[in-house]
């Protein structure tokens, strides 16, 4: 069964901790994603993993950092949140063209 | 560059009725064209793709598409509407010398009983 799972799927935060959220996938995929999505923004890409220690900066990193240590997991840091971090984040995995997402991480920093 | 439009931001269609759902795409090569769902506290599933060949694809749950160069579209379709397909419908595109997929910024789809 092809799976992106995301944990955790909902989380509060006050300002200025940090957080840590945890994408998984089961398929191999060399290449991953983190995406935020805002309303009438459609998705914008934070990050992207090519494998394992080879990320890249998207589009609006600023604010987060990622990790890649297994090909199976890619984690997405925010150190010290803020308020505009408020959002619903998803992370998906690739095999060429073809995404696959995670049901997403509703954060909400306070 | 290349770059997707989706003008629409919501679109009313009643139980039944046909729907078309408008994508634009902007690239200096033939690109591949996506479409996907979004229904509500999900991810996005990928409904339907497009390399090559007829310009018309078939996805699942009754959705097709039709590619067109010369007007650079790619317009989602459904002959007959059903109150279970209100979600958020992403186009995106990408080429074959750089997969990394480009998003349009959705159209949510609202069915009227």
């Known amino acids: 069964d092809m799976k992106v799972t995301q944990m955790p799927r909902y989380l509060i935060k006050r300002m200025g901790e940090n957080v840590l959220l945890e994408c998984g996938q089961d398929?191999?995929?060399?290449?991953m994603y983190w995406y935020r999505q805002d309303p009438g923004l459609g998705l914008q890409l934070i990050y992207i993993?090519?494998?394992?220690?080879?990320?890249s900066e998207g589009d609006i990193p600023k604010g987060y950092r990622v990790s890649r240590k297994k090909r199976e997991h890619f984690s997405l840091i925010l150190d010290s949140a803020k308020t505009n971090q408020t959002s619903v984040y998803f992370c998906?995995?690739?095999?060429?063209?073809?995404?696959?997402f995670g049901k997403g991480t509703r954060l909400t920093v306070v | 560059a290349q770059s997707v439009t989706q003008p629409d931001a919501r679109v009313t269609v009643s139980e039944g009725a046909s729907l078309q759902l408008r994508c634009k795409y902007s690239?200096?090569?033939?690109?591949?064209l996506f479409w996907y769902v979004q229904y509500p506290r999900q991810g996005l599933q990928l409904l339907l793709k497009y390399y090559s060949g007829d310009p018309v694809v078939q996805g699942v749950n009754g959705f097709e598409a039709e590619f067109s160069k010369s007007n650079s579209s790619f317009h989602l379709r459904k002959a007959s509407v059903h109150w279970s397909d209100s979600a958020v419908y992403f186009c995106a595109v990408s080429t074959h010398s750089n997969y990394q997929l480009i998003w349009g910024s959705g159209t949510k789809l609202i069915i009227k009983p």
């Open positions: 398929m191999s995929h060399e290449t």
């Open positions: 993993s090519y494998d394992v220690d080879s990320n």
């Open positions: 690239s200096s090569v033939t690109p591949y």
């Open positions: 998906a995995s690739s095999l060429v063209t073809e995404v696959f």
